[in-house]
């Protein structure tokens, strides 16, 4: 099982984004087709909750449609609004030690992954992320030093929402700080229940309890795995190890002897690295976010790459999940 992180840069929407596009849809395509079209929202009524929650990202959404050909489905797909469900693992952390940093895992299918981290420059912010969906948002920094990530809530609740990675795109477009993100992450609904851990460049963070059918709480932990205060969802709470990398993350910061080489090295082990990826919930990858450099570093096996906003290689990195 094996899948290959490309590494690529485009200051405003064009042919490098439709590469991408001509790439991923067939696949993207049958996942959003997965439930019949008839479960999806009308093109109209996608484009009326981008223009009420998410106003400043239509110029953007209406360039890329554009350079997808234009179709009503993929318009539909790429506003990211009520998407059919879906279900990762993932591990994150803001440690403030000598600078403040932003460690994450996240586990997912790699069969199921786009491996792509975008350089972008669409609204005058530049934006350093891992994708999903073609330009939502995992995990990234902008040149402000505002650095996010999410990971899967644990609760089977599904409701009228975006998909989460098209907030955390909002929030890394237009937002400096953590108190801007919250106020985002507060007011545009989600479809389903993810924990989003934000921090800026003054050591200043919060996690985001996120669900359709409840009002966020907004808390100042610096750690979260995949459920929101006590377990809801057993079943999916043994099969990751929630509380287990819960405990373990909560520990790392009551230890002030902890240095920044040994907590990224913690990632790379059980019980935050995992490889049940056959289950979906296989680490593809660790990242680490600097935002005083507003920097970020992704971490496989026997591998690294890390790049700024300001100075950004495109290259590739192929990884073979099966032999480590």
Request: proline share 6%.
């Amino acid at each position: 099982m094996a899948l290959t992180f490309r590494a690529v840069a485009e200051d405003e929407p064009g042919e490098v984004w439709a590469d991408l596009f001509r790439t991923h849809w067939p696949a993207y395509k049958a996942w959003y087709l997965s439930e019949g079209l008839e479960r999806r929202a009308t093109y109209m009524a996608c484009l009326d909750k981008l223009n009420r929650h998410l106003p400043k990202l239509v110029p953007t959404y209406e360039k890329l449609c554009e350079l997808a050909g234009g179709g009503d489905l993929a318009a539909r797909f790429l506003s990211l609004w009520r998407p059919p469900a879906y279900i990762s693992g993932c591990s994150q952390m803001v440690w403030l030690g000598n600078r403040p940093l932003l460690v994450r895992n996240y586990d997912y299918d790699p069969r199921l992954m786009d491996g792509v981290i975008l350089r972008s420059a669409w609204n005058g912010r530049t934006v350093v992320a891992m994708t999903d969906c073609l330009w939502g948002v995992l995990d990234g920094i902008n040149d402000a030093g505002l650095a996010i990530s999410l990971t899967f809530g644990g609760r089977r609740a599904v409701g009228p929402g975006f998909g989460i990675p098209i907030i955390l795109r909002q929030i890394l477009e237009f937002c400096e700080t953590t108190a801007q993100a919250t106020e985002v992450l507060q007011r545009v609904p989600t479809h389903m229940a993810y924990n989003v851990t934000v921090v800026d460049r003054h050591a200043r963070f919060s996690t985001a309890y996120l669900s359709p059918d409840r009002n966020p709480v907004i808390r100042p932990i610096a750690y979260a795995t995949n459920h929101q205060g006590n377990v809801e969802w057993h079943d999916h709470a043994r099969a990751t190890a929630t509380l287990e990398r819960e405990q373990f993350l909560k520990f790392r910061l009551q230890d002030d002897k902890l240095s920044e080489k040994a907590l990224i090295d913690a990632f790379a082990k059980p019980p935050l690295y995992t490889r049940a990826y056959e289950r979906g919930f296989g680490t593809l990858y660790t990242a680490v976010y600097d935002p005083l450099a507003c920097r970020a570093t992704y971490i496989w096996p026997g591998a690294q790459k890390s790049f700024s906003t300001r100075e950004f290689e495109p290259t590739e990195q192929h990884i073979d999940f099966a032999s480590h």
